[in-house]
């Protein structure tokens, strides 16, 4: 999550808060899992 944030931030962005509320695990190819974050960031224009 950090990571994310900091692309707000360069982007001209401050963050108020930011988190994950929920993870998808998908099957893309058989037996080979992969998982995705799904999150709420909320922030302002600098």
Known sequence: ???LTQQF????FS?????IYD???RERVP?????YEQFILTA???
Request: hydrophobic share 30%; proline share 0%.
């Open 44 to 46: 302002k224009r600098k």
């Open 1 to 3: 999550m950090k990571e």
């Open 15 to 19: 963050v108020k808060s930011a988190y």
């Open 31 to 35: 037996e080979v899992f992969s998982e």
């Open 23 to 25: 993870r998808l695990k």
């Open 9 to 12: 931030e360069k982007a001209g």
